[in-house]
């Protein structure tokens, strides 16, 4: 298997953990090394929707792969500095207090400095935002990223495909994900399923 750069992994406090779950497993299975970063809010979201702690996934993640987990608080962390070489990263799911973070140039923590690292780097950086409605602070906030080569990627089902289960969903939604960030292997990877006819 080719050396792969690491992938940083953004999970914030917005719903959607089970497709953040999901791109980490289809990652690690390609062999790229995470460097995984989670919000307070994140941590508590994904306890509430997926029913284990953040703590477990990273225990079984650990035996598939190569995954190191940094405390969002740590401004000093690898993931904090460009010298650190990076495929990209992912924000997923990308809350709307996260993405005003990184649409302004915040970098009130490991996660927002990390994304801002990977942007003033020109690196591949994919925001999953969920939030419904959408104000005009939130498309205004992703519109100035999109402007600016930021890869948006709501978790819109794919309806044409008659999904039949979250699962269904979620399998169509990880390989666009991943396209985004370039992630060369995700571009071959057959369609999920097909709708019935
Ligand atoms: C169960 C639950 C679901 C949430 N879903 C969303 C969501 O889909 N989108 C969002 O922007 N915020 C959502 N929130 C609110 C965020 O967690 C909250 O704004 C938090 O401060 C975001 O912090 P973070 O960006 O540091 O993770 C949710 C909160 C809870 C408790």
Redesign the pocket.
Known sequence: MAVQRPVVVG??????HLLARRCVDKLLEYGYPILLV?????A??WR??LEEDLSQAVAAWKGRGDVTQYN?NDIGAPIASGGLVTQGMLAA???????S?IATGAAG?L?ERAADVTIKEYRPLVLV????PLSPI?LENMLSLARIGVRIVPPMPAFYLRPKSVDEIVDALVPRVLSALAIAEALDEPVAYQPER
Not at 38 to 42: A, I, V
Not at 93 to 99: N, Q, R
Not at 129 to 132: A, S, V
């Open positions: 999970i914030t406090g917005a719903s959607g989670c919000t307070g809010p994140g508590r979201v509430e929707e969002v799911p990308c809350s709307m207090g996260t993405l973070g923590n996660l935002p969920r939030e419904t939130h």
